[in-house]
């Protein structure tokens, strides 16, 4: 069965030092994996997805299909990057397509301290 | 454009009691879904739709109820509130509805629903 494991509940770490949230999946076919972020009192968007290969607001994540991770980094962590953090994996079934709907780790909450 | 638009934003609810959240896009998008939010457990998916007149069951629909009659609205129901059922529920909605990668979801501002 699809499942994401973010093994981490609370990271904490101080302006300026690097961090990396955890996300390991399990699935098995072809997977397409996202991270999602909330910020305090904002909805629930879109970070990054790892068939763009992008950095959005200094972050990153590859994926590693041999150790089925997608990890999020970034080298230098600012305060504004305090937030809840979701790693999601899309599901397909072959209804004639996929449905891609997402499947969401328990969620990381990312502490930046001054 | 407003996106995705949740109401109400808080709701008390009493054991037995029935109630409907609200959900409307005006993004014209096929897909939508909701998810409950509870701590420690991330989000799970209720029910989802790719398109007006069809639903389909997530991985927690037990005491939940979708319809989908037109494209812009998507009510979740509760028939009968159980405390199990407190929880921040968001709704969400993407214009592909067969993959999350072209076009990904946008979410409501949430609605927190307490049963006591």
């Known amino acids: 069965a699809q499942r994401v494991t973010q093994p981490e509940k609370l990271l904490s770490v101080f302006k300026g030092a690097p961090v990396e949230l955890k996300c390991n999946y399990s699935y098995s076919g072809s997977p397409e994996l996202f991270w999602y972020v909330q910020y305090s009192r904002q909805r629930l968007q879109l970070l990054l997805r790892h068939i763009s290969r992008e950095s959005i607001k200094g972050f990153t994540a590859d994926l590693n299909k041999g150790e089925t991770s997608f990890h999020l980094k970034k080298p230098f962590a600012q305060e504004e990057d305090s937030a809840m953090y979701y790693c999601?994996?899309?599901?397909?079934?072959?209804?004639?397509?996929?449905?891609?709907?997402?499947?969401f780790g328990k969620g990381t909450k990312l502490s930046v301290k001054p | 454009n407003a996106g995705v638009t949740q109401t109400p934003k808080f709701q008390v609810l009493k054991t037995g009691q029935s109630m409907t959240l609200q959900c409307a896009q005006d993004?014209?998008?096929?897909?939508m879904s909701w998810y409950r939010q509870d701590p420690g457990m991330g989000l799970r998916l209720i029910h989802y739709?790719?398109?007006?007149?069809?639903?389909d069951q997530g991985e927690v629909p037990n005491g939940y109820n979708v319809s989908r009659s037109t494209t812009e609205d998507f009510p979740l129901r509760l028939l009968s509130a159980a405390p199990s059922q407190t929880s921040v529920y968001f709704c969400?909605?993407?214009?592909?509805?067969?993959?999350?990668?072209?076009?990904?979801?946008?979410f409501g501002n949430g609605t927190r629903l307490t049963v006591t």
């Open positions: 999601a994996l899309s599901e397909q079934r072959n209804y004639g397509g996929s449905q891609g709907n997402l499947i």
């Open positions: 969400a909605s993407s214009s592909d509805r067969v993959s999350r990668y072209n076009s990904p979801l946008h």
């Open positions: 739709s790719v398109g007006a007149g069809i639903t």
């Open positions: 993004m014209n998008h096929e897909y």
